[in-house]
T-cell receptor
Framework: GQQLNQSPQSMFIQEGEDVSMNCTSS?????WLWYKQDPGEGPVLLIA?????ELTSNGRLTAQFGITRKDSFLNISASIPSDVGIYFC????????????FGKGTHLIIQP | EPEVTQTPSHQVTQMGQEVILRCVPI?????FYWYRQILGQKVEFLVS????????KSEIFDDQFSVERPDGSNFTLKIRSTKLEDSAMYFC??????????FGPGTRLTVL
């Protein structure tokens, strides 16, 4: 099946730093989504991207849909303690495929 | 965005028993999904449901699984004869469009 390679696996940063994470795939996706998951909870949708080259912001979060449609990145500016959690990218290939393919997640840890 | 809700939050069952997990999507949602997440791993797609029928299912979704939306509101996932390896978080997701999926808080299934 399709796979998404998400990196880095974990990040240890200081409060106030900017964060960048990305996902790549060997196959094309028509939609890229970024989710945040806190322990014991469901993924919360942060940003949805629907076309190649699209750059979308949600507060301090910015995500881009790669031109090749095989990658996406998420940036978080000026990190704060509540940004701690696991960030997942997810892609939908489109056509008759409805299910999302998820990356393995980036665990963000903010050191005081 | 109003929330997708799920019940129960935690289900403990004996191996071989049937379990039914329930989801209440938002009223304008048309597309419904079940995903699972084994502890410490990525989220995996199980099945999608649209217009009262399955539109896509993964290899995980074998004959032991079934879904239905009997009353036009609740969306259920049934596992007929649970196995130890079915222990996981099960997430319902829903959306008004295919490429934007909102996740519920999950049901933690523990099979003993």
């Amino acid at each position: 099946g399709q796979q998404l390679n998400q990196s880095p696996q974990s990040m240890f940063i200081q409060e106030g730093e900017d964060v960048s994470m990305n996902c790549t795939s060997s196959s094309i996706f028509n939609t890229w989504l970024w989710y945040k998951q806190d322990p014991g909870e469901g993924p919360v949708l942060l940003i949805a991207l629907y076309k190649a080259g699209e750059l979308t912001s949600n507060g301090r979060l910015t995500a881009q849909f790669g031109i090749t449609r095989k990658d996406s990145f998420l940036n978080i500016s000026a990190s704060i303690p509540s940004d701690v959690g696991i960030y997942f990218c997810a892609g939908r290939s489109g056509g008759g495929a409805d299910g999302l393919t998820f990356g393995k997640g980036t665990h963000l840890i903010i050191q005081p | 965005e109003p929330e997708v809700t799920q019940t129960p939050s935690h289900q403990v069952t004996q191996m071989g028993q049937e379990v039914i997990l329930r989801c209440v999507p938002i009223s304008n949602h048309l597309y419904f999904y079940w995903y699972r997440q084994i502890l410490g791993q990525k989220v995996e797609f199980l099945v999608s449901f649209y217009n009262n029928e399955i539109s896509e299912k993964s290899e995980i979704f074998d004959d032991q699984f079934s879904v239905e939306r009997p009353d036009g509101s609740n969306f259920t996932l049934k596992i007929r004869s649970t196995k130890l390896e079915d222990s996981a978080m099960y997430f319902c997701a829903a959306g008004a469009r295919k490429d934007t999926q909102y996740f519920g808080p999950g049901t933690r299934l523990t099979v003993l």
